[in-house]
């Protein structure tokens, strides 16, 4: 098979993002304490974060569902801040994320009893449950931007329009997977390119 443009980007791609994890790896190795308040307010672009002042809980989860129809394994939990209104529906300005399918099944199925409201969440203390926010703030490389288009069709008005996710109990990737990404897209691409130049020197000889 031979190599080209396609073989080059994802080479490239391959050295950015491994060459991020390294970064993330070293810069984000020890976890740090946060008030919601500054988290939200410096929007940082990594980091590994617990934070202080604000919680989640399901019952402000979205599911998002692929092409074929079947539910995604991602949930999505808009964060509240400490003190927020019960049944409040400011904007959002922290998503926590959390890859789980079980949940996933499940949060969709009570989600579509409640749009028709005939889900009894009376006595379903699990929904209500506040659980604390750990993990790492997902980057412009590590953020799905078509997840994100599906969370944003889903709450609307409820997701401010500058926002941070994190993911619920990620820590900083050992340095060693980051490298080893980082050498494969430093190879493809190489090769690529020598493939590249010789199909035009082929094609200049002709």
Same mark, same amino acid.
């Given at each position: 098979?031979?190599?080209?443009?396609?073989?080059?980007? #994802?080479?490239l791609?391959?050295?950015?993002?491994? =060459?991020?994890?390294? @970064?993330?790896?070293?810069?984000?190795?020890?976890r740090?304490?946060?008030? @919601?308040? *500054?988290?939200?307010?410096?929007m940082?672009?990594?980091g590994? @974060? *617990?934070?202080? =002042?604000?919680?989640?809980?399901l #019952?402000?989860?979205v599911?998002?569902?692929?092409? /074929? =129809?079947?539910?995604l394994?991602?949930? @999505?939990?808009?964060?509240?801040?400490a003190?927020?209104?019960?049944?409040?529906?400011?904007?959002?300005?922290?998503?926590?994320?959390?890859?789980?399918?079980? &949940?996933?099944d499940?949060?969709?199925?009570?989600?579509?009893?409640?749009?028709?409201?005939?889900?009894?969440?009376a006595?379903?203390? /699990?929904?209500?449950?506040?659980?604390?926010?750990?993990?790492? +703030?997902?980057?412009v490389?590590t +953020?799905?931007?078509?997840?994100?288009?599906?969370?944003?069709?889903?709450?609307?008005?409820?997701?401010a329009?500058?926002y941070?996710?994190?993911a619920q109990?990620?820590?900083?990737?050992?340095?060693?997977?980051?490298?080893?990404?980082?050498i =494969?897209g &430093?190879?493809?691409s190489?090769?690529?390119?020598?493939?590249?130049l *010789?199909?035009?020197r082929?094609?200049? #000889? #002709?």
């Open positions: 098979m031979r190599l080209g443009w396609i073989g080059l980007v #994802i080479g791609g391959a050295m950015a993002f491994g =060459g991020h994890a390294l @970064y993330e790896a070293k810069v984000a190795a020890e740090k304490d946060i008030a @919601y308040d *500054r988290l939200v307010a410096g940082p672009g990594f590994w @974060y *617990r934070v202080q =002042g604000a919680s989640w809980r #019952i402000d989860a599911t998002l569902r692929g092409v /074929t =129809g079947a539910t394994p991602d949930v @999505y939990v808009r964060v509240r801040p003190g927020a209104p019960d049944g409040g529906d400011a904007p959002a300005k922290l998503l926590v994320h959390i890859e789980d399918q079980t &949940l996933a499940r949060m969709a199925g009570i989600l579509a009893g409640l749009a028709q409201e005939s889900y009894p969440t006595g379903d203390e /699990t929904l209500e449950e506040e659980h604390p926010i750990e993990g790492m +703030v997902e980057s490389l +953020v799905d931007r078509i997840d994100q288009k599906g969370v944003r069709d889903a709450l609307g008005a409820r997701l329009g500058d941070l996710v994190i109990g990620r820590t900083p990737d050992p340095s060693g997977r980051g490298l080893a990404i980082l =494969g &430093l190879l493809l190489v090769l690529s390119a020598f493939s590249l *010789r199909r035009r082929e094609r200049d #000889i #002709i």
